[in-house]
């Protein structure tokens, strides 16, 4: 591709109190080999440096977009992605959170996927799992093909939500807001489901998700299973999915762990069951 017939990619990046890691965050974004790019980071009402870190970004280089929302929305940054993908000027839109890192060639790889396959709307990759200090611990894996997607919906997320990229051509808001946490799983779910738009995995990890103490996934674990298990019963009573026994059985499995651990011991064990039952 040449600069003139190059489409331009949004990287929507929401952002509370991020400070830690998100100037490792932009410069994994700058850094990438594909630049036709603007950042577009949406500052949701911190009370850290997370002000002044964008701010020198943009200074320095101006595909850096800042932008402000006074009071924190919560919902996990689907709505500040809401606000801040409403300002996309890209032909492609992706997503990235404050705490992860993108590989240097991830946006050049799903342009050229989406460029070149054009019945999909959504491409999202395998993930790199990295610690507070940016060291490797592993990696999650995701089926590819659309079908296989669609089939691991109600065992878990089939989608790394910070690793995705899609066509800029909705009518709505990505994220629909019902449940008290996971509404990405549930909208994305949707968007297959309603919009009948197709998806697709690339199999190589083209993003870092990073686990540390301040994951929002990672706190208050037994209530955020309830909205897990409220989304994937929704799936089944109101949209007629068919989930595989054997997926029930997995769920069921963890759901049993769940409500039989003192807190402060199931992240370690909920980690440790997905990689045993491969969920």
Same mark, same amino acid.
């Given at each position: 591709m040449?600069?003139?017939?190059?489409?331009?990619?949004?990287?929507?990046?929401?952002?509370?109190?991020?400070?830690?890691?998100?100037?490792?965050?932009?410069?994994?974004?700058?850094?990438?080999?594909? *630049?036709?790019l603007?950042l577009?980071? /949406?500052?949701?009402?911190?009370?850290?440096?997370?002000?002044?870190?964008?701010?020198?970004?943009? %200074?320095?280089?101006?595909?850096?977009? *800042?932008?402000?929302?006074?009071e924190?929305?919560?919902y996990?940054g689907?709505?500040?992605?809401?606000?801040a993908?409403?300002?996309?000027?890209?032909?492609?839109?992706?997503?990235?959170?404050?705490?992860?890192?993108?590989?240097?060639?991830?946006?050049?790889?799903?342009?050229?996927?989406?460029?070149?396959? *054009?019945?999909?709307? /959504?491409?999202?990759?395998?993930?790199?799992?990295i610690?507070?200090?940016?060291?490797?611990?592993? %990696?999650?894996?995701? *089926?590819?093909?659309?079908q296989?997607?669609?089939?691991?919906?109600?065992?878990?997320?089939?989608?790394?939500?910070?690793?995705?990229?899609y066509?800029?051509?909705?009518?709505?808001?990505?994220?629909?807001i019902?449940?008290?946490?996971?509404?990405?799983?549930?909208?994305?779910?949707?968007?297959?489901h309603?919009?009948?738009?197709?998806?697709?995995?690339?199999?190589?990890?083209?993003?870092?998700?990073?686990?540390?103490?301040?994951?929002?996934?990672?706190?208050?674990?037994?209530?955020?299973?309830?909205?897990?298990?409220?989304?994937?019963?929704?799936?089944?009573?109101?949209?007629?999915?068919?989930?595989?026994?054997?997926?029930?059985?997995?769920?069921?499995?963890?759901?049993?762990?769940?409500?039989?651990?003192?807190?402060?011991? /199931?992240?370690?064990?909920?980690?440790?069951?997905?990689?045993i039952?491969?969920?």
């Amino acid at each position: 591709m040449t600069p003139s017939n190059a489409p331009l990619v949004s990287v929507i990046m929401p952002v509370y109190n991020g400070e830690r890691f998100l100037a490792e965050a932009i410069e994994s974004v700058l850094n990438q080999s594909y *630049p036709y790019l603007e950042l577009l980071v /949406l500052d949701n009402g911190s009370s850290d440096r997370t002000a002044q870190i964008v701010t020198s970004y943009a %200074q320095k280089d101006s595909r850096v977009r *800042p932008l402000y929302e006074p009071e924190p929305f919560g919902y996990g940054g689907e709505l500040a992605s809401n606000v801040a993908a409403r300002h996309a000027k890209g032909t492609f839109i992706a997503k990235l959170d404050a705490d992860d890192l993108a590989k240097s060639d991830r946006f050049a790889k799903q342009v050229a996927f989406l460029t070149e396959n *054009p019945d999909i709307f /959504l491409v999202g990759s395998n993930v790199e799992l990295i610690n507070e200090r940016g060291l490797v611990t592993g %990696q999650r894996k995701y *089926p590819t093909a659309h079908q296989a997607i669609r089939d691991e919906f109600y065992l878990r997320f089939p989608i790394a939500n910070p690793s995705i990229m899609y066509r800029n051509a909705l009518t709505d808001d990505l994220y629909k807001i019902r449940f008290p946490h996971f509404n990405d799983y549930y909208s994305l779910f949707l968007l297959m489901h309603q919009e009948k738009k197709r998806f697709y995995n690339l199999s190589e990890s083209l993003t870092a998700y990073r686990i540390h103490t301040r994951n929002t996934v990672f706190t208050n674990l037994r209530v955020k299973w309830k909205s897990n298990m409220a989304i994937k019963r929704a799936f089944v009573e109101e949209f007629g999915y068919a989930a595989p026994w054997k997926h029930r059985t997995k769920v069921a499995a963890i759901t049993l762990f769940i409500n039989s651990l003192p807190e402060r011991f /199931l992240i370690a064990i909920m980690n440790q069951t997905r990689r045993i039952i491969n969920a």
